[in-house]
């Protein structure tokens, strides 16, 4: 069987012996080459189970293996082939786009780093905000810093946390034009963390909806909307959210 780009078994994060896990025994298996979409209320656990993905949490039970590699072992080669982004983490505000990149190139040692950001730069129309200081850009102008800082290494997988929040619908709208065009010409696995369910539509494969830490349920946005009874993904992230059983439900 292929490897997979991530799979996780049992994965469990406890932040306080007194409290509720955060993420609760959470297992799945994600394809190399899918996107899939982790859904969930405020939280539900998702920037938990992103944090012990990318090794920066450690998970109080269970296992994580990215790309082959098992993270408690063999973090730093999963670390090379992946990436992220994420609102809730500020680039460095005083220095220059351009110097962002490039510490974040050298970080990866990515090989011809000012070429690699040259070409980043042109495809995510960044080219007249390189000088500029980090500090200074919009919110539209930022996230799409934040997303040539997780591309610079040509990550094989990349996990986005709300990649589109606050962002204008007209940019909303590029953004996700960009990551379909980015993933058909790389083949890149994405997991994706929204709360924006026409994103989710469009984008992913797959879905896992998270509730109190665990998935209760899962599968393409279509059969859950077949499955629901429902006409679009929001309504059946109410259904789930709300704790509605399936035959309770209007027809
Ligand atoms: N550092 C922390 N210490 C203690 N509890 C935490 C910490 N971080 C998160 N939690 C708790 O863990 C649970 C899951 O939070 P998490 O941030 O993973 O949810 P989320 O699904 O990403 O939510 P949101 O959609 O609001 O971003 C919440 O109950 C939260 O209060």
């Not at 025994?25 to 996107?35: C, E, H, I, N, V």
């Not at 929040?165 to 083949?187: C, H, I, K, M, N």
Request: hydrophobic residues 45%; proline residues 6%; charged residues 25%.
């Amino acid at each position: 069987m292929e490897t997979p780009a991530i799979l996780a078994e049992a994965l469990t994060k406890r932040y306080r012996p007194d409290a509720p896990p955060a993420v609760d025994m959470l297992s799945f298996r994600m394809p190399r080459g899918a996107t899939w979409g982790l859904l969930g209320g405020n939280g539900a656990g998702k920037t938990t189970t992103i944090a012990m993905l990318l090794g920066l949490l450690v998970p109080s039970g269970g296992r994580v293996t990215v790309l082959g590699h098992d993270m408690a072992r063999d973090r730093f080669a999963a670390l090379a082939r992946m990436n992220f982004s994420s609102p809730y983490i500020a680039l460095p505000a005083r220095i220059s786009v351009a110097e962002n990149l490039r510490v974040y190139a050298h970080l990866y040692d990515v090989p011809q780093a000012e070429k690699r950001i040259v070409e980043l730069a042109a495809q995510l129309q960044l080219t007249e905000l390189l000088d500029r200081p980090a500090g200074e850009l919009s919110a539209g102008q930022k996230t799409r810093v934040a997303l040539a800082k997780a591309l610079v290494n040509r990550p094989e997988l990349l996990l986005l946390d709300e990649p589109t929040a606050s962002l204008d619908p007209d940019t909303g709208d590029w953004v996700r034009g960009w990551l379909e065009r980015y993933r058909a010409e790389t083949g890149c696995s994405i997991l994706l963390a929204s709360h924006n369910m026409a994103e989710v539509e469009r984008l992913c494969d797959h879905v896992l909806m998270l509730k109190q830490g665990s998935a209760v349920d899962e599968g393409s946005p279509a059969a859950l909307l077949a499955k629901y009874g429902r006409d679009d993904l929001e309504q059946v992230f109410l259904d789930i959210a709300r704790g509605r059983p399936r035959e309770a439900m209007p027809a």
